[in-house]
């Protein structure tokens, strides 16, 4: 990618995201439209001249910024049941002004019947074609490609003690933040089990497999206390760039 299209992309994103950005532009474009007399030779010249500080300073802020959980368009949340992928992703949703995907709500049919292989992967290839999501969910077989789609992935790696608390809670009351339509909350026994073992059967594999994908937002939350930082560092980023 040259670094002339690299700055286009790097503007056109910032503004796209940012309402009072795209605001300016358009005040100032209709500025220097006014001031050519709607000559478009003299407004192409006016344009280079006039619209130059501000284009740098956007690219400067976005470049500044790539690194920033404000600027994640595919966020992946993984972990463990019970450890509160689902209520944090749609927090995050509301945070970053992304659509949430529950990928259990889609995967049961009715009566806790899974979906087929074949028809997952490619629905599941459809999600991932979207320009921006967080995905909530684990589902082993199509995780490598769903790693590959995300800019960003959050991994919910906390206390087994504390997930099979919510879980068991949550089988008492009903409730979950994704409801799963003809589906009756239950915890047996093998799910249980993968909750219990998940420490140190499935977390290992998870950060073997983050190590290989480079160049990625990786936020691992072991505790609450790691999920409100992320919260406050989204909202310390959204007040930085907002006038």
């Not at 802020?61 to 992703?89: D, E, H």
């Not at 629905?123 to 789609?149: A, F, H, V």
């Not at 339509?181 to 594999?205: M, Q, V």
């Not at 919260?231 to 007040?239: G, P």
Request: positive net charge.
């Amino acid at each position: 990618m040259s670094i002339e299209l690299e700055r286009h992309i790097l503007f056109r994103d910032f503004l796209q995201n940012h309402e009072w950005a795209s605001k300016e532009y358009e005040t100032l474009k209709l500025s220097i439209a006014e001031e050519a007399n709607h000559n478009h030779k003299q407004y192409a010249v006016l344009k280079e001249t006039r619209a130059k500080s501000f284009v740098n300073n956007i690219v400067e802020k976005a470049s500044a910024n790539k690194s920033q959980f404000l600027y994640a368009n595919k966020i992946m949340v993984i972990g463990s049941g019970g450890s509160g992928k689902s209520t944090a992703s749609m927090r995050l949703g509301e945070l970053l002004q992304l659509p949430v995907v529950h990928l259990d709500a889609l995967f049961w049919n009715p009566g806790w019947v899974r979906t087929e292989k074949e028809l997952w992967a490619s629905k599941i290839r459809e999600l991932c074609s979207n320009p921006k999501w967080i995905m909530d969910g684990n589902y082993g077989g199509t995780i490598e490609y769903r790693l590959s789609q995300a800019d960003t992935v959050i991994f919910f790696n906390i206390s087994r003690y504390v997930c099979l608390y919510r879980v068991l809670k949550r089988a008492i009351t009903g409730k979950r933040a994704d409801s799963i339509p003809g589906c009756r909350e239950k915890s047996d026994y093998l799910f249980l089990k993968w909750i219990w073992t998940y420490p140190y059967k499935n977390a290992p594999k998870i950060l073997l497999k983050l190590n290989k994908f480079k160049g990625k937002r990786i936020c691992i939350i072991k505790n609450r206390k790691d999920l409100t930082k992320l919260y406050s560092r989204i909202r310390a980023e959204r007040n930085a760039v907002e006038p």
